[in-house]
């Protein structure tokens, strides 16, 4: 693309396709506000004016924090190399990870929370200032790595990395929102169905409007017509609505009060913030391949800068640079489209206006579209690693499917019933539902180095293979998988007893035990040692 100088020799503020740029980009960022509100609120029975008044004002400032620096960027960009074509770094929030915060870390949390014997309301708090903590730490995670990025995403093999996202997608992301889709059948199926039309058969529509817009207007507008004509699904009824709240994210310390609860969930956040380094480095990459130079070391840095910022400010949900930069360039986005954004997602946090429109979209309209991001992570993540290790990637699902199972248990199962099934002793080896939440717990990280271990041995690297096993075996031991606490957190091995002990050094010693089995294999002749 040729560049196209400014008359005054400096960068316009807007182009034209600045707009259409900000309206994709504002749309992302609401469709991921409104499920963490669904998933929360809906699924959870969170008290909405703890979402909506603490969280979302915080995760908002983070987009507006990031997508200004993004801007800037881009302008000293343009500035230096003399070009009117560059476009800015889309930033907003990461949808596998917010989601993932939504349902496996704030969720079952504030259900931890009641049970203990919280109101509902302190225990909201309690959890949110779980989240802050949780976006702290992977703040500082992420501004350590930026500086070794490269180095982590050349210790795993892109299966690893890409394959564990996806098993959370299709198994969580995927499923549980299709539940919510069907839960409103007419609406939810309909509006998935168009998004399938445009963005995976990418059909046209017989009008011009973004494909997103057109499902997400069409939806509501079915949802609300059958509710008000009696033909809706069971429970339908209109929002109250809730007047506007003027809420500023000033810096607090709260994260404090979660830290310790924070850590607990480790092993989920460690991935977290890695997985969004790694996307990072792609990310840069990718406008590179586009024209625009961006230093992947300042891509990354402003993003775990506007997390940090998100979590010192209330937020609960991660900031990304998002994949589609080149997307934007073919609009025709400059880098007005990113200020644009980050001024409407973050003022409009503070003035109550996003909190607004969330509460009004229906949960059968916002679910279907995260079904189509899990469709879309699944499907990239294979076709961006290669056949061979397609098999390693869908092993690493299977312990996604361990941690649905955890979640959906306890109300299932009556729990009495549960801490009976997950403590007596058959004798047919471990009890199933108590292999079940060890499997589950940890299950990103497990699901890595399953991955990593399997496409080594492919690759006939066995001492490799060995290798991961044996940390696997010793992530396990101190509980950052497998972990055999209830509530996923981590220990140390010799303060264990009963039960909890011999499952812990049962998966430690499976681990072991297959290591040393293929490191006696790495010492036979390989197959070209024979054919020569």
């Not at 003027?246 to 009060?257: A, H, K, N, Q, R």
């Not at 290669?386 to 299977?398: D, K, N, Q, T």
């Not at 589950?440 to 497990?446: A, E, L, M, R, V």
């Amino acid at each position: 693309m040729s560049a196209s100088p400014s008359v005054s020799g400096r960068p316009r503020w807007f182009v034209a396709g600045d707009f259409n740029g900000f309206f994709g980009l504002v749309v992302d960022n609401l469709s991921i506000l409104g499920f963490i509100a669904m998933a929360l609120v809906g699924i959870f029975q969170f008290p909405a004016d703890v979402v909506f008044g603490r969280m979302f004002p915080g995760t908002a400032f983070g987009v507006l924090v990031g997508n200004v620096l993004y801007t800037w960027m881009a302008r000293r960009l343009a500035a230096r190399t003399g070009r009117d074509d560059v476009t800015a770094m889309p930033l907003g929030l990461d949808a596998p990870t917010s989601i993932g915060m939504a349902l496996l870390v704030l969720g079952p949390a504030f259900l931890a929370f009641k049970a203990q014997g919280l109101a509902p309301h302190d225990a909201a708090i309690a959890t949110w200032q779980l989240g802050m903590a949780s976006l702290v730490i992977m703040g500082v995670l992420k501004i350590i790595l930026s500086f070794f990025g490269e180095a982590v995403t050349r210790a795993l093999p892109r299966a690893s990395l890409l394959g564990s996202i996806a098993g959370i997608a299709i198994v969580l992301m995927g499923f549980l929102p299709l539940l919510e889709t069907l839960r409103s059948p007419v609406v939810g199926f309909v509006t998935l169905g168009l998004l399938l039309y445009v963005l995976v058969a990418k059909r046209k529509l017989p009008i011009r409007a973004p494909g997103v817009l057109v499902a997400f207007i069409f939806g509501t507008v079915l949802y609300y017509g059958l509710g008000l004509a009696g033909l809706g699904a069971p429970g339908f009824k209109v929002p109250e609505w809730t007047p506007p709240q003027v809420v500023l994210p000033w810096p607090t310390l709260g994260f404090i009060e979660g830290l310790p609860t924070a850590m607990t969930y480790l092993p989920l956040l460690l991935p977290f913030g890695l997985l969004m380094v790694v996307g990072g480095i792609n990310v840069s990459e990718s406008a590179r391949a586009a024209g625009d130079d961006y230093r992947t070391r300042d891509i990354l840095l402003v993003e775990a800068v506007a997390t940090l910022v998100a979590g010192l400010c209330g937020g609960v949900a991660q900031t990304t640079p998002y994949i589609g930069q080149p997307a934007y360039k073919h609009m025709g986005a400059r880098s007005g489209y990113t200020l644009l954004t980050g001024l409407f997602v973050g003022i409009g946090g503070m003035l109550g206006v996003i909190s607004g429109l969330v509460q009004w979209l229906p949960l059968a309209v916002l679910a279907p579209i995260i079904v189509y991001v899990a469709i879309d992570i699944t499907t990239q993540a294979f076709q961006a690693t290669p056949r061979e290790h397609a098999g390693a990637m869908v092993l690493g699902f299977l312990p996604s499917v361990a941690y649905l199972l955890a979640i959906k248990a306890p109300g299932w199962i009556a729990p009495e019933q549960l801490v009976a099934m997950t403590t007596t002793l058959d004798g047919h080896g471990l009890p199933e539902l108590a292999v079940i939440f060890t499997l589950g717990n940890g299950f990103i990280i497990t699901s890595m180095l399953w991955i990593a271990a399997v496409v080594a041995m492919i690759d006939g690297k066995l001492l490799r293979a060995s290798g991961i096993l044996l940390v696997a075996a010793a992530l396990t031991l101190f509980g950052l998988i497998h972990s055999v606490d209830p509530r996923g957190g981590i220990y140390l091995p010799w303060a264990l007893e009963g039960l909890p002990k011999l499952i812990s050094w049962q998966f430690t010693g499976a681990y072991v035990g297959l290591a040393a089995l293929l490191a006696l294999l790495s010492l036979q002749k390989s197959d070209h040692d024979q054919r020569s």
